[in-house]
């Protein structure tokens, strides 16, 4: 079955830290990747996505993912984080192909707090 | 202009109680889900429906049904409401082809709480 794993349930950095959120993924096929992101009270915005071509994937507010096949990992990175990016953030997969590639599998989220 | 917009945004019920939430998509998709966001913040596939596929989570009990009048509204109806049933359930959208091809569009959410 698929599943991903996010290792860090809560992170906290002060402001212009850089960031590292860690996401494995198990599944036997081919997959489309995500990032998203959930601020307090508000619904699910898309940060980037990865489907094919160049691993390393740059997503909106200055975040970037890389996608390392060997380690099935998707690693999410910003350089200097803000007091802005205080949110919740949900890696997902899904299968690139078949009857039910659109559903998206979700890590459980890793909740970035920044202090200012 | 709301991409996936969900009513009603808060609702409140008693146990036993059966109720449906709405969902709309002006985006064009041919795609509709739902997920449900537990208290932990974890999201889950309940359902994804198209013109030609119901795909049912298999965890989800029978008591919720999704109804798509047209492709573009899918709604979600919930008989003899459980307290566990309590939750935030989101729709989004996604279409099968074109430049956003398997991206979703989240709505905002419709927090239920069952008391």
């Known amino acids: 079955a698929q599943s991903v794993s996010q290792h860090n349930h809560h992170v906290i950095l002060s402001e212009a830290a850089s960031l590292e959120l860690g996401c494995n993924y198990s599944y036997g096929g081919t997959v489309n990747l995500f990032w998203y992101v959930q601020y307090p009270g508000q619904h699910l915005q898309l940060l980037l996505k990865y489907f094919s071509g160049d691993p390393l994937v740059k997503g909106i507010k200055g975040f970037e993912a890389e996608f390392i096949k060997s380690k099935f990992s998707f690693n999410l990175r910003k350089p200097s984080v803000q007091w802005s990016d205080t949110a919740e953030y949900f890696c997902a997969v899904n299968a690139a192909y078949g009857g039910s590639q659109g559903n998206l599998i979700f890590g459980k989220g890793t909740k970035l707090s920044v202090k200012p | 202009d709301t991409a996936v917009s969900q009513t009603p945004k808060y609702l409140v019920t008693q146990m036993g109680n059966d109720k449906s939430i709405k969902c709309e998509q002006n985006?064009?998709?041919?795609?509709m889900y739902w997920y449900k966001q537990d208290s932990k913040k974890f999201l889950k596939i309940m359902f994804s429906?198209?013109?030609?596929?119901?795909?049912i989570n298999e965890t989800v009990p029978n008591r919720f049904s999704p109804k798509s009048p047209d492709k573009a509204h899918l709604n979600l109806h919930i008989n003899s409401l459980e307290l566990g049933d309590s939750a935030v359930y989101f729709c989004?959208?996604?279409?099968?082809?074109?430049?956003?091809?398997?991206?979703?569009?989240f709505g905002p959410g419709t927090r239920l709480t069952v008391l």
């Open positions: 429906y198209n013109n030609k596929e119901l795909i």
């Open positions: 989004a959208s996604s279409a099968t082809s074109g430049s956003s091809y398997n991206e979703q569009f």
């Open positions: 985006l064009g998709h041919d795609t």
